[in-house]
């Protein structure tokens, strides 16, 4: 997700490639922007990957919007941009247009020099509503396009985790638009009480109290959007002549309600239920490389399959236990009930579906899901150990569908990957790559528990973890792990027993053979036991539970 600040930019971006194809787009949008702003200094460029690493941008010293093409469509040919109706076709692209022009037209005021970047963020978060409904004002029509857009200028990154700061964040960014009339305050509903949970009624009010006086600011008073600012910090209490930067999330934190409400907000605007928007979202962001290779499975990995398979049923029947049956014969204990049912049935002519009897049986105790996630280290330093968990992957999410258990494979390096979603059965073995880094160690752990719930739920749930323990952030994987344990989920870690060879880097921040606390730490000499480890830790939980 881009910040509010990169909507609104100084200085000259380099140029994107693919300008000569939407040239079409780009100069009907620059004829078109005099109408929604009033300027005829402006021209608007169209294509993919403009506006930096935002949907759109303006640029003041240019004059000049961006659009990111990708946001309007795969092809430029889509629809006629000189043709009014096109907006309908494009609504969310053409919303970009609007909310660019609305800076243009109203984002006249500039940062003073000095003022320190927590205070320009939130100022520049409260200038996103102040913009908007100052277009809304002028032009009551373009409401409709800016609706549209909302839901493109928030991600769920925007309310990482449950703090004051980022409570306040999404207030500013959502909440702040019911006030500018943009949105209504029905469809925030949850947003704000998710909001309210953390800040409290108090704060949330006085934060309001400040996005309102932001509304009325005039379109060049930088000195009032700065002390409002000010204000915004102190109510959170940050302190900005001591805490210049804003403030960062804790990367040992797992989302909470803030997270899940804006999913459910962003959910309903897109027409989706929330699993499947943050299905869609993880399929973005975490899937496969497109040049990760794709092979069929060998004899080996099917029998493995069906072996591990069965030792999960056998796990899940074993050591029957006295319990009670229905029947619809004796012997047995008479149940009325359920006796006076038969006989009905039977006196309407309806084949008995009651069971009047009660027997006792050796049955089966119940035994919950198992829910594993697997996290395999993709850090140069694990190469030998990849191959062997690619055919892992494939090995347990097979298993699983005949096992009732549930399962996902995840490798984390210079980015998290998800190798086998949960409750699909992949055809092919898909074979992971190794990179440099472990940087992503702690959004690994954060997409497991999104995907297979691991801190809630009465399933058995389970975290094997594949990594010499080389991380980069040490201090937040033990505090996601430590929150794991506490909830109940086992945390097992396989350690290779061979360090990093010579050629692989070494950093002094990172901690070779680091052992995590609140985890079962076991050493493993080659891949083939890494994988018997989790397969034999899956079958003794299932079989102790």
Not at 250 to 256: T, V
Request: glycine letters at 6%; hydrophobic letters at 40%.
């Amino acid at each position: 997700m881009s910040h509010p600040h990169t909507h609104l930019r100084p200085g000259t971006p380099p140029a994107p490639a693919g300008t000569a194809d939407w040239r079409a787009w780009s100069q009907a949008w620059t004829q078109h922007v005099p109408l929604l702003t009033g300027r005829t200094d402006l021209t608007v460029l169209v294509a993919p990957g403009a506006a930096g690493d935002a949907p759109e941008c303006f640029y003041p010293n240019l004059n000049r919007i961006e659009v990111d093409a990708t946001y309007i469509a795969e092809r430029p040919d889509v629809t006629d941009p000189a043709k009014a109706r096109h907006k309908r076709l494009v609504p969310t692209g053409y919303g970009l247009l609007v909310h660019g022009a609305a800076h243009a037209a109203h984002s006249r005021w500039t940062t003073p020099p000095g003022t320190p970047p927590i205070l320009a963020d939130v100022a520049a978060m409260l200038e996103e509503s102040r913009a908007e409904g100052r277009q809304r004002t002028r032009r009551r029509g373009d409401r409709r396009w800016l609706r549209h857009v909302v839901k493109t200028l928030l991600d769920p990154d925007d309310a990482a985790v449950d703090d004051p700061w980022h409570a306040g964040q999404l207030a500013a960014l959502l909440l702040a638009r019911v006030d500018a009339r943009i949105v209504t305050s029905k469809d925030v509903r949850p947003v704000r009480a998710a909001v309210t949970s953390v800040l409290g009624r108090k704060r949330l009010r006085q934060l309001r109290d400040i996005w309102r006086e932001a509304h009325t600011c005039d379109d060049t008073d930088a000195d009032t959007m700065i002390t409002l600012a000010r204000r915004w910090c102190q109510v959170l209490g940050i302190d900005p002549d001591q805490q210049y930067d804003t403030p960062v999330p804790d990367a040992g934190l797992f989302p909470g309600r803030l997270a899940a409400a804006l999913v459910d907000y962003l959910a309903v605007a897109a027409g989706v239920t929330p699993t499947e928007y943050a299905t869609a979202l993880l399929a973005h962001r975490h899937s496969p490389p497109a040049q990760w290779d794709r092979t069929d499975p060998t004899e080996h990995e099917h029998r493995a399959a069906r072996d591990l398979s069965n030792r999960l049923r056998q796990a899940r029947t074993q050591h029957p236990e006295p319990g009670r049956r229905p029947s619809a014969i004796p012997p047995g204990r008479l149940r009325t009930r359920q006796a006076i049912t038969a006989e009905a049935q039977t006196a309407a002519g309806q084949l008995p579906t009651a069971a009047p009897w009660q027997q006792r049986a050796q049955l089966p105790p119940e035994k919950p899901r198992l829910h594993l996630a697997v996290l395999v280290d993709l850090s140069g330093s694990m190469r030998r150990y990849t191959e062997a968990m690619s055919s892992a992957a494939w090995i347990f999410s097979n298993a699983a569908r005949r096992a009732e258990a549930t399962t996902t494979t995840i490798g984390f390096g210079d980015r998290t990957t998800v190798l086998v979603p949960p409750r699909t059965y992949p055809r092919q073995v898909l074979h992971m790559r190794t990179g440099r880094a472990t940087a992503t160690f702690p959004e690994a752990v954060k997409v497991a528990d999104q995907l297979l719930d691991l801190r809630h739920g009465r399933t058995l749930r389970m975290l094997a973890v594949v990594s010499d323990g080389y991380l980069d952030d040490i201090p937040a994987g033990q505090q996601l792990v430590t929150t794991l344990h506490r909830a109940g989920c086992a945390v097992l870690w396989l350690h290779p027993a061979d360090p990093p060879t010579g050629g692989d880097r070494a950093d002094p921040d990172q901690i070779w053979g680091h052992t995590f606390t609140h985890a079962t730490t076991l050493t493993v000499t080659d891949p083939t036991g890494a994988i018997a480890a989790i397969a034999d830790a899956a079958v003794t939980a299932l079989t102790q539970a």
